[in-house]
Structures are given as C-alpha cells and as structure tokens.
C-alpha cells in the first residue's frame, strides 16, 4: 500500500462520486420540463457552459481545496508534509488534462440527457409552461455534476501516482495555498480525530524518556532521581 493511502480526505472526496448519479437524474428532470423554447444546440450549449465552465475554470486555476469536508476546512498551515505533497499533486498538468478528458465526458452525457429527457416528462418537476425553470433545474443539477465528478476524478489521479514518484514531489509552499487553491468553508485547526498510530505513538517511546520524565516529575518535588540508577535499581530490585 502507499503511504499516501491512509490520508482519509483522499478517500472521502473519491467517495464523493457516489451522488453523481442523483445529480444527473436530476438534471435529467430539468430537461424533461415541457418543449424547447430556444433551438435544441443553444439549449444544450447554455446548460453545458453553466455546467461545465465554472469547475473546469476551478480545476484548471484553483484546484478545490480537498482538506475539507462541506463547509468547514482545515488551515492550510496546519497541514502536514504529506498533504503538502498531495496539493502539488492536485496542480500537475497530468490533472489538468484528466480535468478536460472529464468536461468532454460530461458534455457527451449532457447530450445524452437531453435526447432521452422526454421519457421523464410525467415525473417533471414544474409543469409545462415553465422551461426556463426546468432549464435552470437542469443547468445547476449539472454543475454539480461536474464538480462530484471532476473532484474525485483528480483526487484519483493522486491515488494511482507512484510511491517513488509522490515521494520526490516537493511540498506546495504553505503561503501559497490560499491563493492558489479554493478554499470553502469555514478554516478550523483540525477537522478529523488523530489515526491510532498517531496516538500510540508516545506510548511506544524507549524506557530511558519514561525514566527521564519519571526523574523530572521527583525532581519537582524535592527529590532527584538518575534515571540510569533507576533503571539498574528497577532491574535488580526483581525477585529471584
């Protein structure tokens, strides 16, 4: 397994792909709203750009800032080495041209949509008359759909990156991170509990800092202890 494998926010925005089924549907419901008051390419053309536009922009220029989860996010100088290099990751032209490879995917879908949208015409939310609700339903169902998609399309570009090639990638400079990604939310100090392996790492600490610290805590009160003479007396104090 990877290193970089157990950063749960990896993990959390691949998951996020799950819902892009139901913002299709939805989307799919918007289009099924009545007949078309504009030609059929403009139509398709105006859901696409609202859909599609403002999350490629994202991705290309600020990619979304993955160290958060709905409306709270961690400061980006609480953020560790690994992180850092998973950012830089985030950044690379490999992702930029992943992020492109997916708006034409989703634009293709669009078109899909909008060809079998008649079929959901009983189950249409607004009646008839209302297109242009139906429209703006459709184009903000599919903005959402490219942000649940494009997200974890990039996050899993980072997933598949090499162990020796995610090693020699340089940490992003903490000072740039909140310029160059985009950061929603409110910032917090940490958003998620410390691993097990993080918090038993203290307890895995050699004898000899027990003993030091056992030394200090007599020491302040009254009494001096070597913690080597504690070592040897604790060792030769057992019973035969």
């Not at 799950?18 to 078309?36: K, Q, R, T, Y």
């Not at 998973?86 to 293709?108: E, H, P, Q, T």
């Amino acid at each position: 397994m990877r290193s970089f494998w157990s950063e749960p926010f990896l993990w959390i925005h691949v998951a996020g792909v799950a819902v892009l089924p139901i913002f299709l549907g939805l989307c799919l419901l918007g289009l099924a709203v009545g007949s078309p008051l504009l030609p059929v390419w403009l139509e398709v053309f105006l859901v696409g750009v609202v859909g599609i536009a403002p999350v490629l922009w994202m991705q290309w220029f600020r990619p979304f800032y993955i160290f958060s989860i709905l409306v709270v996010a961690v400061k980006p100088q609480n953020l560790t080495p690994l992180q850092q290099r998973i950012l830089s990751r985030l950044k690379s032209s490999l992702n930029r041209g992943l992020d492109l490879f997916v708006a034409v995917l989703l634009a293709i879908i669009l078109w899909q949509l909008y060809r079998f949208a008649p079929l959901a015409a009983g189950v249409a939310p607004f009646p008839p008359q209302w297109r242009l609700a139906g429209l703006l339903w459709a184009a903000l169902a599919f903005l959402a759909s490219n942000l649940f998609l494009q997200v974890p399309a990039s996050v899993s570009a980072v997933l598949l990156t090499p162990e020796s090639e995610f090693a020699a990638t340089k940490p992003y400079a903490l000072e740039k991170i909140g310029q160059d990604f985009t950061i929603a939310g409110w910032q917090i100090d940490r958003l998620l509990p410390a691993f097990a392996g993080e918090t038993t790492a203290d307890s895995a600490a050699p004898p000899e800092s027990i003993l030091s610290s056992f030394a200090k805590e007599q020491s302040s009160e009254g009494r001096t202890i070597n913690p080597e003479s504690a070592h040897t007396n604790g060792a030769t104090s057992l019973p035969d």
